[in-house]
């Protein structure tokens, strides 16, 4: 536990940067995520013939060199400024650096309940033309994390339960979660996903608060 102790602490940085350099740095890397994140299903649905692949790919190559001359050589982490503006830029769901986030925003209503509305591309696929049941792991356990953090519990998720009740549609869907209750440093959380359909995959999670020396006390509506 020392070591992920040391890098919770090492990446939870404040940064000290202004609103206005927060500002531009998401104007700028901002996009660039999203123009990763249109390439997904492109490279699942193209039908470009051996040419076109072959100059995509040299583009694609031009821009990685451009890209990697300067970079950093660690995770994102969390990273704040003194107003408390929570960045987690890299996170696997909202990031807004991260192209494969599916998630822009999640919302906090005034009882606590958080919700999103996002879209799943094809390269969200498990069953033909399904969501991935991995995939919507992914996003209810951070839509049952931010329930559990909005209810004044944060913690590391201990288990998740989920029950796939009907095949998860790929395109837009909505999903939401609540915190129920809290015993000690333990936070029981529920939420579900659905479609047009109705509900696909409900959920259950435990969130533990840890024995860190570090809250996360982002910002209740903070976008990614
Ligand atoms: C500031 C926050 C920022 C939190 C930042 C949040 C970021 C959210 C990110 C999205 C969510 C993730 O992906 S999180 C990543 C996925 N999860 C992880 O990697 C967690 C890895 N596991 C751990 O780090 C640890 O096992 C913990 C923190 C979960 C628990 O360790 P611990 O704190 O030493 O727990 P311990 O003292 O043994 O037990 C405390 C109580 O919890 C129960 N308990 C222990 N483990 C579990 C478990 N897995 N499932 C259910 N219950 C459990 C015990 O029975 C006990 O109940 P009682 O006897 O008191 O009744």
Redesign the pocket.
Known sequence: MTD?LDAVARLFVNDGLSEDEIARQAALYGPLADDVRALIPLAVQTRAGDDDVRQAREHLAAAMELLGRTKEDHPFGTRFNDNGNFRVWGNAVMGLRNAIAPLHRINHDPDGRVWADFHLHVGFEGPAGHTHGGVSALVL??LL?DAA?VGGS??????LTLRYRKPTPLGDLHGEAKLDRT????AFVTGHISGPHGICVEAEG?F?????P???GRDRNQTR
Do not use: N, S
């Open positions: 992920a356990d951070q994390g953090r944060p913690g590391m998720t201990g288990t015993e000690g440093r333990k435990i533990i608060k840890p024995h860190w570090v809250e996360d």
